[in-house]
């Protein structure tokens, strides 16, 4: 199995310590992607509120991410049995992906949820929608070959706790990781698909310190170095010790690293990211928060909000876009207060509109930070320092509550709390027949209903009249 080049690198790296640079990814089929860029994170093969057809219509998405985890159950995993054409992708064909949308799969979320048990010397572990399970290297390679996706992460021994490992543990992950690389390779090498609709594998780099991985990092960069196409980078705090590895530095770099915020980003592309997996546009999206940042940014006298606040009630007769000047398809033909409706009103039409323009306006950002490169680094660095200076650290909470939870939001440890807070009440645990009567008559609880809240009062006229009629 040969790597396939999809990489062409336009500006390399500054002397001055910057990594950042531009370039370009093109795999067969695929529109184009300049980069630096950003790939969405999808839940169960979609992005979050947007069906295929918005997702081509309205955003600027070119590539996503997607789990295998979301995919595979304890038996006879479903997607593999998709009847699908021998000469197309049976993962694009799987989740109505646009044709021209690059398609990355990894054994793992992004960010992973924390598993009861470790991974062993022949398995991960990994979270599937029917519970917790392990995944081999062969059965991994299997739905790599039928699945067909245009880029692969192989397996990598990743802690699935919060606790540090010793580094004895350490050592282990980076010589498991490697011998299951390997595998891989001999595996797809054996496998007649491959030759056909191959799949450009980007190699994991762990997240341990480089003296522990070094030895790992040379095999990758002499070694199997003519099967790779990229790197899948976990920790980006490792990106300058692979200056030295100078026969890697054609390859793109992948953050599975997920920023936080704006700020992260650019610090991860001044290290030397070339692609970046963002969860927080849909955790942003989630809260009822509408983005409003820029790069480079504007001249202000005083630290702007990343986001607003779309719950606010200073949104409720606002007839003005989300962000003045955006040109998404939510600002061009809705306003503020008609998306403060249908966020009060719990209509799905209110997420899916502000995940359209979130994703317009990090698309936005992503193509200011290339202009910004165009021109030079010293001209890229300047306005990562002004935009730090200019907007506040950290999103603004969403006050309302959220929609329906989904895979990525599971939490595995013990006495986590429910997501999302039941519709219905218990009538012989929670209210009786008198507290019911007054939420109905009143509209909100009694002194003595502590227990029924106003997102259960539609529920409980219902209940009420049921029993009325009882």
Known sequence: MSGRRIFELI?????????????????????AIETPNFFAATS????????????????????????????????????????????????????????????????????????????????????????????????FTSYIQALQPDIVLPLADIPNVSATPSSKKLARMVDRTEVWLDEFFDRMDLSKSSDSLGSSVFAPVLPVDHPIQWDYLRHLSEDVLDKLS??????????????????????????????????????????????????FVNSTSDAGVAMTFSFPPPS????????????????????????????????????????RHLLNAKEMLGWNLLQIHNHHVVNEFFAGIREALGKGQAAFEDAMHKFAAAYEPLFPEGTGERPRARGYHFKSEAGSEKINKPAWIDLDKGAGVTEITSVVESGTPSSESQDVTPAEVINVEAAAAALSLS
């Open 11 to 31: 500006t390399s790296a500054a002397a001055d310590g910057s990594a950042a640079r531009l370039g370009k990814i093109s795999l067969p089929g695929r529109k």
């Open 44 to 139: 169960r093969g979609s992005v979050p509120h947007l069906t295929p057809d918005n997702l081509r219509r309205h955003t600027p998405v070119s590539g996503v991410y997607m789990a295998l985890e979301e995919f595979i159950e304890k038996k006879e995993p479903p997607v593999q049995h998709t009847p699908v054409r021998e000469t197309s992708r049976r993962l694009h064909s799987f989740t109505a992906l646009p044709s021209n949308t690059v398609s990355i799969l990894g054994p793992r979320r992004c960010a992973a949820v924390a598993t009861p048990f470790g991974n062993t010397p022949k398995t991960i572990t990994v979270f599937t929608s029917t519970g917790f399970r392990n995944v081999t290297v062969p059965e």
């Open 230 to 279: 990229g790197l899948a980078v976990y920790d980006t705090n490792i990106l300058p010790d692979l200056v030295n590895y100078p026969s890697l530095a054609p390859l793109p770099k992948l953050s599975m690293d997920p920023p936080k915020t704006p700020q992260e980003v650019l610090r991860q592309i001044f290290l030397g990211i070339d692609i970046c997996t963002l969860m």
């Open 300 to 339: 202000v006298d005083k630290v702007q909000p990343l986001g607003i606040n779309m719950w606010s009630s200073e949104h409720n007769t606002a007839v003005v876009p989300l962000l003045e000047g955006c040109q998404c398809y939510t600002c061009t033909k809705h306003h503020r207060a008609y998306l």
